[in-house]
């Protein structure tokens, strides 16, 4: 914890930096003055591969003010910007400040493209040929990577076309999760369950609830035990939307399906986490990509 306590690095790294110009600094005056007792020939008696004479000329001048404008350069560019450890210059330029800057401006040029969506409903929105194209490409840019570009999502990540939703599939309710995020929590529940056998049981009991393979005997037994599942699930295990708990009847798996899926999500648990997009997109730009992901499992260019 140091590393992030102290400023050590930071001083080695401004003293490395200052040492290493006047290092340079310095060889060059030295080697300036110093004078090497020359042959009649102009040279200093080294040879190499025979006949290949070093000259006793001195540092062109050019290069020798060249050489000192670099190095005042490198000084004046230290001092405007950061390089010298946590100094962060006399301009206050950051890349995180350019990052901004560049964000804002290019906010500030796609403002007018969604201006004409914002007195549109999202129904309307989710039909319009030019939303849709850009819905999509935001979509492809900002949720694919765990939707998949098809949106039919893999294991942990939910299929986004099929009207199975967490936490409601309204446009409201698509944009607030897209604004806010999501964060799903299902707790470790086989202390409360019973023994290895009583989750099994219980498994089995969960299969039943949507007409999967399952063992009936197994499933009798387990079905005592859902009262610990129906605090979030329901009775009926039609899922809680409120809270963000899937529905057990539809035969939709979220991770994974079988006895074993279902064993290790009453054992161990899970955590999901959909990440916030209100930092990242303007209010616009969510407003669409709402009615984007709205019309994957709406179709609404049937109605247009």
């Known amino acids: 914890m140091s590393d992030f306590t102290s400023n050590f690095w930071s001083v080695f790294v401004t003293t490395l930096t200052l040492v290493a110009i006047v290092a340079c600094a310095l060889l060059l005056w030295m080697a300036g003055r110093r004078k090497v007792v020359a042959h009649a ?17 001195p540092l062109p001048r050019w290069w020798v003010w060249l050489f000192l404008i670099t190095l005042l350069f490198g000084l004046a560019y230290l001092a405007a910007f950061p390089g010298l450890g946590s100094f962060t210059g006399q301009l206050g330029w950051s890349m995180q400040g350019e990052y901004e800057a560049e964000m804002a401006k290019a906010r500030a040029n796609l403002e007018p493209l969604y201006a004409r969506f914002a007195s549109m409903t999202p129904e309307q929105v989710a039909a319009d040929p030019q939303a849709h194209a850009m819905g999509e490409r935001l979509f492809m840019n900002n949720c694919a990577q765990c939707h998949g570009s098809d949106a039919r999502g893999s294991k942990g990540f939910p299929d986004l076309t099929d009207a199975d939703w967490l936490h409601g599939g309204t446009p409201e309710k698509i944009r607030e999760t897209l604004t806010q995020g999501r964060i799903g929590n299902m707790a470790p529940l086989a202390a409360a369950v019973g023994t290895p056998e009583d989750v099994r049981n219980l498994s089995h009991y969960v299969l039943s609830l949507s007409g999967s ?6 499933a009798s037994l387990g079905k005592p035990k859902f009262i610990t599942c129906a605090a979030c699930h329901g009775m009926d295990g039609k899922g809680n939307q409120a809270l963000g708990a899937p529905n ?4 939709i798996w979220l991770h994974g399906w079988g006895e074993a899926a279902i064993a290790a999500m009453i054992n161990n648990g899970k955590v999901n986490q959909m990440p916030a997009q209100e930092h990242k997109l303007t209010e616009a730009q969510i407003g669409v990509l709402s009615a984007y992901v709205w019309g994957l499992s709406n179709k609404p260019g049937a109605a247009r």
């Open 248 to 251: 057990l009847t539809d035969d």
């Open 41 to 57: 020939d102009n040279t200093t008696g080294h040879l190499w591969d025979v006949d290949l004479a070093e000259m006793n000329n």
């Open 213 to 218: 393979p399952h063992d009936s005997l197994r």
